[in-house]
T-cell receptor
Framework: QQQVKQSPQSLIVQKGGISIINCAYE??????FPWYQQFPGKGPALLIA?????SEKKEGRFTISFNKSAKQFSLHIMDSQPGDSATYFC???????????FGTGTRLKVLA | EAQVTQNPRYLITVTGKKLTVTCSQN?????MSWYRQDPGLGLRQIYY?????VTDKGDVPEGYKVSRKEKRNFPLILESPSPNQTSLYFC?????WGRGGGYTFGSGTRLTVV
C-alpha cells in the first residue's frame, strides 16, 4: 500500500513532441502529489505539484493530470525541448506525517 | 541564496571507517530528511527530523545515525560503513511537514565504500 509505481523507466521524445510519464499509487491517504526534476550531478528540484481536489494543474509547458478514482496521476510536457532531458520523479505524500513515497524515476531524453 | 549544502560531494572510504556527511540549510526550515538514491529504486528515506532534537527512522535506517542539535544542521553518520551503503545521498529540507512547498534538496554526496 506504500508503493508508487512510475512508468516508463526511460523515454525518448523528439523535440517539439509531448512527453508523458505516469504514476499510480495505492494508499488513498496520500493528499499531495509533487513531481521533481533532476539533472545529472544535481539534486531533485520541485517542478509542479497537485492536490487531489483538482483534476489538472498547468504551469507553462508542464501539466499534471490527476485521476482520483483510478489513483493515477501523470506529467505531460508539451513542446518538449532538449533542455527538458532529465530524470523525473513522481511522489505521493501523506501530509499528516509528511511521509513521502517516491516513484522509481523516468529518464527522459529529448532529441534535438 | 536559499540552499541546502552537503559535504563532501564525493567520498571513497573503506569498510568500517566511521564517516559523517554534513548537511546545512539556510532557510530556517523545520523539516529535514536524508535520502539515498539507487538505480531502479528511486529515492528512499533514511531518517527525518521534524524539528530540533526530534528525529525518526525512515524506510531504510539500518547502519545510519543522525542528530539535530541545531535547526540548520542535520548530519548523517555511518558508524561502520559497508559496501551496501555505496550510494548517492541527498539531504533535503522543507519549511514544514504540511501540504505545501515541497522539498529543497542538496546537490548530493556520492559515497563509495570499498
Amino acid at each position: 500500500q506504500q508503493q508508487v509505481k512510475q512508468s516508463p523507466q526511460s523515454l525518448i521524445v523528439q523535440k517539439g513532441g509531448i512527453s508523458i510519464i505516469n504514476c499510480a499509487y495505492e494508499n488513498t491517504a496520500f493528499d499531495y502529489f509533487p513531481w521533481y526534476q533532476q539533472f545529472p550531478g544535481k539534486g531533485p528540484a520541485l517542478l509542479i505539484a497537485i492536490r487531489p481536489d483538482v483534476s489538472e494543474k498547468k504551469e507553462g509547458r508542464f501539466t499534471i493530470s490527476f485521476n482520483k478514482s483510478a489513483k493515477q496521476f501523470s506529467l505531460h510536457i508539451m513542446d518538449s525541448q532538449p533542455g527538458d532531458s532529465a530524470t523525473y520523479f513522481c511522489a505521493a505524500v501523506y501530509s499528516g506525517t509528511y511521509k513521502y513515497i517516491f516513484g522509481t524515476g523516468t529518464r527522459l531524453k529529448v532529441l534535438a | 541564496e536559499a540552499q541546502v549544502t552537503q559535504n563532501p560531494r564525493y567520498l571513497i572510504t573503506v569498510t568500517g571507517k566511521k564517516l559523517t556527511v554534513t548537511c546545512s540549510q539556510n532557510m530556517n526550515h523545520e523539516y529535514m530528511s536524508w535520502y539515498r538514491q539507487d538505480p531502479g529504486l528511486g529515492l528512499r528515506q533514511i531518517y527525518y527530523s521534524m524539528n530540533v532534537e526530534v528525529t525518526d527512522k525512515g524506510d531504510v535506517p539500518e547502519g545510519y545515525k543522525v542528530s539535530r542539535k541545531e535547526k540548520r544542521n542535520f548530519p548523517l553518520i555511518l558508524e561502520s560503513p559497508s559496501p551496501n551503503q555505496t550510494s548517492l545521498y541527498f539531504c533535503a529540507s522543507s519549511l514544514t511537514w504540511g501540504r505545501g512547498g515541497g522539498y529543497t534538496f542538496g546537490s548530493g554526496t556520492r559515497l563509495t565504500v570499498v
